[in-house]
């Protein structure tokens, strides 16, 4: 049995390797880059939605001051009607 001998030539098979090779790396370029920018589009689309969601928060944070302010209101209300009530429960008592 004679061992194996090298010669340094190229061959058709060693060129469609190479072009099948350069294919299948410049489709997962396009694949990749393509994923960036549907994802980029997302984040952008995430961040408007953030975005709304903190002026909505804002919003909502000064209609709840509001509505605090305006029932500390009602309550103090409440609390001197009910002590001029007692003022004339005493008067017609007497």
Do not use: C
Not at 31 to 49: A, C, I, Y
Request: proline share 2%; net charge positive; hydrophobic share 40%.
């Amino acid at each position: 049995m004679t061992a194996p001998k090298y010669t340094p030539q190229i061959s058709l098979g060693n060129i469609i390797q190479v072009v099948v090779l350069l294919l299948a790396l410049s489709g997962g370029w396009f694949v990749m880059q393509t994923s960036v920018q549907n994802n980029t589009g997302v984040l952008k689309d995430h961040e408007t939605r953030l975005r709304d969601l903190e002026r909505t928060t804002n919003t909502q944070g000064a209609d709840f001051r509001a509505i605090k302010e305006t029932l500390s209101e009602v309550k103090a209300q409440q609390f001197e009607m009910n002590r001029l009530l007692r003022q004339i429960v005493q008067q017609q008592g007497r």
